[in-house]
């Protein structure tokens, strides 16, 4: 059973694009925000662990000497699948204006920023095409220009290796 109809509804196909713009903005603004929380730290110290909670409690107590000098010993919760071993090294990082540490997980906001940033540009990119194409422009014209610009580009490359 096949039909011509398509099963979105035509209002959809008209709005998806916008949300996909909307969506990417949105994990952009939360990588930024991951970015700067980190910038506002005052960076990586090293630690050492002394002790570890059970099966059951994921924590260790970690010591580790901040950025004012003073050793101090916390423990974390390390849910994140990490295993800490008495007597290993970790980085910690530490926030002294907001009394607050955590273990490094490494670089988180790259991931976001980059995901959002393609969302975003495809998200535009199909609003600007749509809304031109809503408002009667056909792309028979324009695509015969960009082929051709497209091999004058080509020619051109292929003669200058």
Not at 85 to 100: F, H, L
Not at 117 to 141: C, D, M, N, Q
Not at 143 to 152: S, T, Y
Request: hydrophobic share 45%; glycine share 10%; proline share 5%.
């Amino acid at each position: 059973m096949t039909s011509s109809k398509s099963w979105l509804p035509e209002a959809a196909l008209l709005w998806l694009p916008l949300l996909v713009l909307v969506g990417g903005l949105a994990v952009v603004w939360t990588g930024v925000s991951m970015a700067a929380d980190v910038n506002r730290s005052a960076g990586l110290f090293p630690g050492r662990v002394v002790a570890t909670g059970s099966r059951e409690h994921l924590t260790a107590d970690i010591e580790y000497t901040g950025p004012d000098g003073v050793t101090r010993t916390e423990t974390f919760d390390h849910y994140k699948g990490r295993v800490l071993v008495p007597g290993r090294r970790v980085q910690i990082r530490v926030w002294p204006d907001e009394r607050r540490a955590e273990l490094d997980d490494g670089d988180r906001h790259t991931g976001p920023i980059v995901a959002g940033s393609l969302l975003t540009l495809l998200g535009a990119g199909a609003t600007v095409l749509l809304f031109l194409w809503h408002h009667g422009l056909r792309p028979e014209k324009y695509l015969a220009r960009f082929e051709k610009w497209w091999l004058w580009c080509w020619w051109w490359l292929s003669r200058w290796r």
